[in-house]
T-cell receptor, first 109, second 114 residues
C-alpha cells in the first residue's frame, strides 16, 4: 500500500514563529488531507488538498502531486496551535486513508 | 462539514469484557470507517463498514475481535470483544460523503482496559 512519511517528528516553536511541516507519499494519490489532533484527541480537518495551494487564516498548504509531497505552513504560531499534525492520503481507486506518523508541535510562550 | 457523534466518549473496562461504540452521522453516507489510535501512535484503519453487508477488515483485524454493524446509512457500531490492556486506544469513526472525497472524523472514544 501507499507509504506516508512526515517530518519533522517533533517541533518546538516560540510563539510568533513560523514553521513548515512536510508530508511525502509513495504513490499518486486521490486525496491528501491535513489534520490537527487537539489534546482531547479530536481530529480537526485543516485542508483537503490533493493538489495546488490553499490558505485558511494563518495556515496554508501546498501539494505538488507530481513530486509526491505536501507542505503545511503555520505562520505567527500561537500556543493553541500545539498538538499533533497528521497528513493522510489514499491512492486512486481507494477510499481508505493511510496516515503518517504525525508531527508533534509545541508552541511555547 | 459533517456532524458526527460517538458514544461513549470514554470508558474504563475490565479485561475479558466487551464494549460497543456507536457512531451517528447527521445525514446519509455511503462509506463509514473505523480507526484505532494506540497511545502515542498514528491512526490505523480497522475496517470499512458496509451498509447491508459484512464489514471489510484490514490486515491484522478480524471480525471475531472487532464485530461491526451498519444497519442503515447514518449509523454504525464497533464492538471491541474480550478486551485486554493492549486494546486501550482511541477509537474513531469517519465518514465520506457521496459527493466529496474528504473524510470527516467523529470525536473519538477513549478506551482504557484494566
Amino acid at each position: 500500500g501507499i507509504q506516508v512519511e512526515q517530518s519533522p517528528p517533533d517541533l518546538i516553536l516560540q510563539e510568533g514563529a513560523n514553521s513548515t511541516l512536510r508530508c511525502n507519499f509513495s504513490d499518486s494519490v486521490n486525496n491528501l488531507q491535513w489534520f490537527h489532533q487537539n489534546p482531547w484527541g479530536q481530529l480537526i480537518n485543516l485542508f483537503y488538498i490533493p493538489s495546488g495551494t490553499k490558505q485558511n487564516g494563518r495556515l496554508s498548504a501546498t501539494t505538488v502531486a507530481t513530486e509526491r509531497y505536501s507542505l503545511l505552513y503555520i505562520s505567527s504560531s500561537q500556543t493553541t496551535d500545539s498538538g499533533v499534525y497528521f497528513c493522510a492520503s489514499n491512492p486512486a481507486g481507494s477510499y481508505q486513508l493511510t496516515f503518517g506518523k504525525g508531527t508533534k508541535l509545541s508552541v511555547i510562550p | 462539514s459533517a456532524v458526527i457523534s460517538q458514544k461513549p466518549s470514554r470508558d474504563i473496562c475490565q479485561r475479558g469484557t466487551s464494549l460497543t461504540i456507536q457512531c451517528q452521522v447527521d445525514s446519509q453516507v455511503t462509506m463509514m470507517f473505523w480507526y484505532r489510535q494506540q497511545p502515542g501512535q498514528s491512526l490505523t484503519l480497522i475496517a470499512t463498514a458496509n451498509q447491508g453487508s459484512e464489514a471489510t477488515y484490514e490486515s491484522g483485524f478480524v471480525i471475531d475481535k472487532f464485530p461491526i454493524s451498519r444497519p442503515n446509512l447514518t449509523f454504525s457500531t464497533l464492538t471491541v470483544s474480550n478486551m485486554s490492556p493492549e486494546d486501550s486506544s482511541i477509537y474513531l469513526c469517519s465518514v465520506l460523503y457521496d459527493s466529496y472525497n474528504e473524510q470527516f472524523f467523529g470525536p473519538g472514544t477513549r478506551l482504557t482496559v484494566l
